[in-house]
């Protein structure tokens, strides 16, 4: 039975929780939902989602004057499901508007990880006892990537669009600086600001082959300035590295962007993801935290998907793991990198995706 689903995501920074909501919604939408996203700041969907999606509107998180308009409005209602994205606290006035009538199933949908304690904390129930929604249940729901979490965010569509990419033809569209030669090899960069950065633009410059360095815009690209100003490089590489710089581009075209390229070097939480359905090598610059507990999710992840140690090497010193030089990028070492991502990604699509997990989830608790 298809049925309406809220979604809330507030953005906390670089725009990653809007980008998973909003892969959500499409992929809720594509499978006959519909979807209402309220958000704190949509201003990032103008380039991430050009071209919207039919089935998903998009709202202003409500205030509370917009809430008391929707309490006076007899048309609109709840939602049969509400997610509360990544922990971000749904206002009181609406929490008091989910409690009139058939009360809607409430999931938290929390942070990606393959630490042990989100199999043992998925679908857990936190009763709520207290506020407006007193005697409610919210639900915890986590990805993850393996068979008893919520799983990966995967288009039903996916692996017929990737057999379909033509990625010469993609390429040639680009609008760069200079062509793309056929010989060049290409590397995607959506980093933060990781201190072996200026370790692999060395490298790259003097590398036995040409690469072409793909630059994604916001702190990328700002990262890539001052590692080249640290290096008294030209912004545009030196030697064996040419350095273009992407516009910002579409979720889609972001998938592309993993498809054409030999290495990615991704972020976050969505890019992750979308690295692992590239089945290209890629390395991942987890959200660093203060007190140092994503290299205790980095040591999780390599376990969780065996990676190869050699692989591992690269991931501790681009997370600051490791203080020493970054291990070279060999065609060996790429042909290994290869081998496993596309295990990897075989091994993970014989799981059930995130969106029909949570389907069916909420089809047993509804």
């Known amino acids: 039975m298809k049925k309406i689903w809220d979604i809330f995501c507030r953005v906390i920074d670089n725009h990653g929780d809007l980008g998973v909501c909003w892969r959500l919604c499409t992929d809720l939408a594509q499978r006959g939902h519909t979807v209402r996203l309220w958000v704190d700041e949509a201003t990032a969907l103008v380039w991430m989602a050009p071209q919207g999606c039919a089935g998903v509107t998009i709202h202003a998180w409500p205030d509370d004057e917009a809430l008391q308009v929707l309490a006076q409005d007899k048309a609109f209602e709840v939602g049969d499901v509400v997610v509360e994205a990544f922990g971000c606290e749904l206002p009181e006035a609406f929490q008091a508007l989910m409690a009139q009538g058939t009360p809607p199933v409430w999931i938290n949908l929390e942070y990606l990880s393959a630490e042990g304690y ?86 790259l410059c003097q590398a036995d082959s040409p690469t072409r360095l793909l630059v994604a815009q916001g702190r990328p690209k700002a990262a890539v300035a001052s590692a080249t100003q640290a290096l008294n490089m030209p912004e545009v590489g030196l030697g064996q590295l040419h350095i273009s710089q992407l516009p910002y581009v579409s979720q889609i075209d972001f998938d592309h962007l993993l498809w054409a390229c030999d290495l990615n070097f991704v972020r976050g939480e969505d890019s992750l993801v979308r690295a ?74 014989t799981q059930t995706d995130l969106t029909a997990a949570l389907i069916g989830f909420v089809a047993q608790k509804r």
């Not at 033809?169 to 056929?182: F, G, R, V």
């Not at 980093?191 to 633009?201: G, M, N, R, V």
């Not at 610059?285 to 994503?294: F, M, R, T, V």
Request: aromatic share 12%; net charge neutral; hydrophobic share 40%.
């Open 118 to 203: 989100v199999a043992r904390s998925h679908g857990l129930a936190s009763p709520v006892m207290r506020g407006p929604a007193r005697g409610l249940t919210k639900w915890f729901f986590f990805p993850g990537f393996t068979p008893d979490t919520g799983g990966l965010l995967r288009e039903q569509d996916l692996q017929e669009r990737q057999a379909a990419f033509d990625r010469n033809a993609w390429l040639s569209a680009l609008q760069l600086d200079q062509p793309i030669a056929p010989h060049e090899r290409l590397i995607s960069l959506f980093c933060y600001e990781p201190s072996a950065l200026t370790d692999l633009l060395k490298q």
């Open 276 to 349: 692992l359905w590239a089945g290209k090598p890629f390395v991942w610059h987890i959200y660093p935290q203060d007190d140092l507990a994503h290299h205790d999710k980095l040591q999780a992840f390599y376990l969780a998907l065996r990676m190869p140690q050699t692989l591992q090497h690269v991931h501790d010193v681009w997370n600051n793991r490791s203080d020493t030089t970054l291990p070279a990028l060999t065609p060996s070492n790429l042909a290994v990198w290869q081998a496993w991502s596309s295990e990897t990604r075989r091994l993970l699509q």
